[in-house]
């Protein structure tokens, strides 16, 4: 039997809302951290899941603006855009010995982190899951599946052990990754040339890989590429099949984002994508062309 622990949730939404919803289920303490309207929803009424995978179900939660006590793990699910603003929320003298564990898409943030915190105790993760916030403490899961894959270079393994432990009680499927890097770049990769394709032509993945195949294969190839000089394990072939398994309707998060006229995480995935490709002399012209249009478009 494991003890319980005490979890703090920076940004409450589709991910982080979830996660905090499904641990306090589980019997953890959770503790959110949001903006002061959205910290008072979650006081009031808690977190409220609609799942296929879970049930529906309304989990009580704690929330404040501000981290005031040392906890397990603070879950970092804010949007990238939204990082810097969101982390004055967490005191690095308030987070005791705790692991500090960013769930964002992209490569980048794990470093900001590690600056800004004790850096063998950031944990960053990658998590495969379809969720949205559709109002403070209301969230709608989408995905049959909710997998996380724990990394952390320098962190003690025993330490992401038993939080993926508690994770995995509490109903998704996590477990311990070999190496950050890899386990960063896996999902960057997959996520770029999706990303990038449906946002920048405003269509479903079905029309995109099919209207736009030389450009989808071209990003893989080039995303694959990427993340090789990184040093992780590419496997362009094994992308473009997942992509073609995928329902013609699917959409990429950053395009509903653009569709919603809200922020786009654009910078931390195709601007980091061309951070990377430059610094090791990797070619990437068609991914430079997507990233630019969509700045220009206003992005
Ligand atoms: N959603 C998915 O299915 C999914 C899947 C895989 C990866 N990801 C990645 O996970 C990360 C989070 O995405 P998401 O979809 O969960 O985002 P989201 O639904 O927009 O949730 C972000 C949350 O952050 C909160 N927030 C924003 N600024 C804040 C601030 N200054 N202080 C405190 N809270 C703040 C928002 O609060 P309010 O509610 O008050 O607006 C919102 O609840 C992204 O990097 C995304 O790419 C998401």
Same mark, same amino acid.
């Given at each position: 039997?494991?003890h ?6 920076l940004?409450p #939404?589709g @991910?982080? +809302?979830l996660l905090?919803?499904?641990l306090?289920?589980? #019997?953890?303490? %959770?503790i ?12 009031g +009424?808690?977190i409220? *899941?609609?799942? !296929?995978?879970?049930?529906d ?7 404040? @603006?501000e981290l005031?006590?040392p ?6 699910? %804010? ?10 929320? %967490?005191?690095?003298s308030?987070?005791?010995? &705790?692991? *500090?564990?960013?769930?964002?898409? #992209?490569?980048e ?14 944990a960053p =993760? ?12 209301v ?10 894959d $724990?990394a952390g270079?320098g962190?003690p393994? #025993?330490r992401?052990?038993? $939080?993926?432990?508690?994770?995995t ?8 990754? +070999? ?12 996520l770029?040339?999706?990303a990038?394709l449906?946002?920048r032509? +405003?269509? !479903?993945?079905g029309e995109?890989?099919?209207?736009h195949?030389a450009?989808?294969e =071209?990003?893989v ?7 090789l000089?990184?040093?992780?394990s ?6 473009? &099949? ?8 699917a ?7 653009a569709? =919603? ?12 994508l061309?951070? &990377? ?6 070619? %990437? !012209?068609?991914t430079?062309?997507? *990233?630019?249009?969509?700045r220009e478009?206003?992005?």
């Amino acid at each position: 039997m494991t003890h319980p622990f005490t979890v703090a949730v920076l940004g409450p #939404g589709g @991910t982080g +809302g979830l996660l905090a919803a499904l641990l306090s289920r589980s #019997g953890h303490r %959770v503790i959110c951290l949001a903006r002061e309207a959205t910290a008072d929803a979650l006081r009031g +009424g808690g977190i409220t *899941v609609h799942s !296929p995978q879970f049930g529906d179900f309304t989990a009580p939660v704690e929330a404040d @603006t501000e981290l005031r006590e040392p906890v397990d793990a603070c879950l970092i699910t %804010v949007k990238h855009t939204a990082l810097d603003a969101a982390l004055t929320r %967490v005191p690095r003298s308030a987070l005791g010995d &705790a692991l *500090v564990v960013p769930l964002l898409n #992209g490569v980048e943030h794990p470093a900001a982190l590690r600056a800004a915190f004790r850096p063998d105790r950031v944990a960053p =993760a990658v998590i495969r899951v379809e969720s949205t916030r559709i109002a403070p403490g209301v969230i709608e899961h989408g995905s049959p599946f909710t997998e996380i894959d $724990l990394a952390g270079d320098g962190v003690p393994r #025993g330490r992401l052990e038993a $939080l993926a432990d508690r994770l995995t009680a509490a109903g998704t499927t996590a477990r311990v990754a +070999g190496d950050e890097t890899s386990a960063l770049w896996a999902k960057m990769a997959f996520l770029a040339p999706f990303a990038l394709l449906t946002t920048r032509y +405003g269509v !479903p993945l079905g029309e995109a890989r099919t209207r736009h195949r030389a450009e989808l294969e =071209a990003l893989v190839a080039e995303s694959a590429a990427v993340g090789l000089a990184c040093g992780a394990s590419a496997d362009p072939a094994r992308a473009l &099949a997942r992509y073609d398994a995928f329902p013609p309707a699917a959409k990429s998060s950053m395009q509903r984002d653009a569709e =919603a006229g809200r922020p786009l995480e654009l910078d931390a995935i195709g601007g980091a994508l061309l951070r &990377a490709a430059e610094r090791y002399g990797v070619p %990437v !012209p068609v991914t430079a062309r997507l *990233v630019r249009e969509l700045r220009e478009a206003g992005h």
